[in-house]
């Protein structure tokens, strides 16, 4: 007997109804916002009515995956196996069995070479040797020009047969007997998966319940992907089909020549690999011929569209205008020549020269992970620097490489004189600007820049996705810029988008720079430009230093107040293992680098109460 779970009590209801759950990711949810009337749970983060319904309210808006007059036999098609069978009679047009979907990248069905013996993470996966396909495509409906193939997943869908073209309409002709379609608008089916992809869609949810049927049609299939699952189509006689004759479909031109070309498939047939081919025109046209790669609009053709000096936008998809991250993932225009300029700034400070000892280890120059050691970089560059050059120390911290299998260095200012140098040096650069965007973009009264690094790597075999900066009131930055990459490189950086489902990749660009802020993870992406000792690695790589190395710098600045001077205290004050400038004793803060009311406070010739 069915028990309607809504009318049990306590333990007595399923676990996933009465677990305590403190998990709450939409802060502006309200609990008593509901959709009045609709029958239909409100929006916001999945509660139990989500996951448990009464039966009432299934009665009313549930779709029953089985017309009850279909069941499973033995098919008489050769190499078929099993088929699906009509145990009374179905009328032309009846619908004989809806059916969920799940939207899959059709990359993601491909078997690669893979070897768990490699000592390297990076290399287990060999993605240049594609050794297979999936059996889960020969259940998937696709089009030879979509990036996306789609898989029913009801009862008895994955068992219909290919028929051939339809014939006739005459009873028990030859040729496929049903076809697929998508939902008619005022079908049950439509309006409760137009619900459904709805409520998957955040931002665009509708609280009155009435939603647009096969809304899945105007999208791009990285949306459709995205919603997985909340999307549906029909199977529907094309005749009338009586009872005990075989349900078929036709699997299309294509499959059908693949199944001709062959060799032996009695011997062979385990072995067959091809997706079953939709209808002519019911894949719509903007599903077709597109990338199903995540990109970044504001990065992807700055030739023709460059980012002003200064310039602070949102990261945004290519594929839907939408961006990344509402909060913590921008990019910032820099001026025309700016990582030239800061390169050479570090070039004649010693920087770029201690890097290329620590990152090959030479004798001297080996820090244990975690340990770090002060240098004066200057002293290595063979007498061309000055004495006051010489004097300025600075820190390396090789960053938890036994850990994470990586040789990350942070290279930072020890002493104060070190530090005002690279602040002169990036506001010589014209480092003001990018500061002045983001307080501008985002209103603030000022800024400090209250940390600066320098990382460099030339193998990353793991990473940890992370956060720099968190629980600061939505005041913090983390700006990134490249001084020195490797060209020919896959995507050096990771970037986890705010539903926290997608990971894009990104590379460094010159005079271009990335703003990370509260709770913006991300991590440096598996690479090996050279590691001597990865016999996978050819260190083809070459750079005009002779070791290929990346170098990166990263400013943390922040409006620095009341609201979240004791989480910036908690986070960065210290000497673990560089002092910040001690910018967290109390406020207002000792250094002001942008002020909204004072265009004299700037990185070289800062504002506030002074040290």
Partial sequence: MAVDSSELKGEKKPYSEYRKNDYHPYADYDEDDDDE???????????ADDITQSL?????????LSSGKLRIDVSPIPFAGRGVFATSHIKKGEVILPTPLLAIRREDLKIYHADPDQKFHRNVVDKTRVIGQELLLNYAFGHPDSPMVLVPNAPLANFINHGGPFVSERPKSKGANVQIRWPEADSKTAKLFAWAYARAMDEEYIGSGEHEANAWLKHHPIEVMERSGRLAFEYVALRD?????????????????????FATPYARAGYFRHDIGVPPGFYPDNWLNVSDRYEIAEISDLENNPLKVGEVLPMTWVHNGKPVSSKYAYVVGL????????LEYSEGKGIIELYKKLLTE?????????????Y????LLNGTASGVDKKLEFFAHRYHSDQWNFNMHFIAAWDDAARRSVLKALGDAGFDAAVKGIGERFGYDNMTCFHASYMGVTRCDKSKMHSDIYATDDKSWNIVFPLITVEGTDPELDIMAEDMNTVIGVHYLRDIAYAVGDFGYHQT????????????????????SGVPIRVVFGAYCAQIDE????MMRHIYDGDDPAPFADQFVNVPMREIHWDKNDVSSVLASPGGKGL
């Fill in 37 to 47: 009337g609709s029958g239909l749970p409100p929006k916001g983060p999945m509660r």
């Fill in 56 to 64: 009432p309210w299934l009665n009313d808006n549930g779709v029953c």
């Fill in 241 to 261: 089909i009586h009872n005990g004759e075989e349900i078929l479909i036709d699997y299309g031109s294509l499959w059908e020549q693949a199944w001709r070309d």
């Fill in 335 to 342: 001026q025309k020549g700016f990582s030239d300029a800061f």
């Fill in 362 to 374: 030479q004798d001297g120059f080996h820090l244990p992970s975690d340990g770090f050691k002060v």
């Fill in 376 to 379: 004066s970089p200057a002293t």
């Fill in 525 to 544: 992406r598996p690479i090996a430009y050279y590691d001597p000792d990865d016999e996978h690695d050819v260190n083809a790589y070459s750079t005009s």
């Fill in 563 to 566: 609201t979240n001077v004791a």
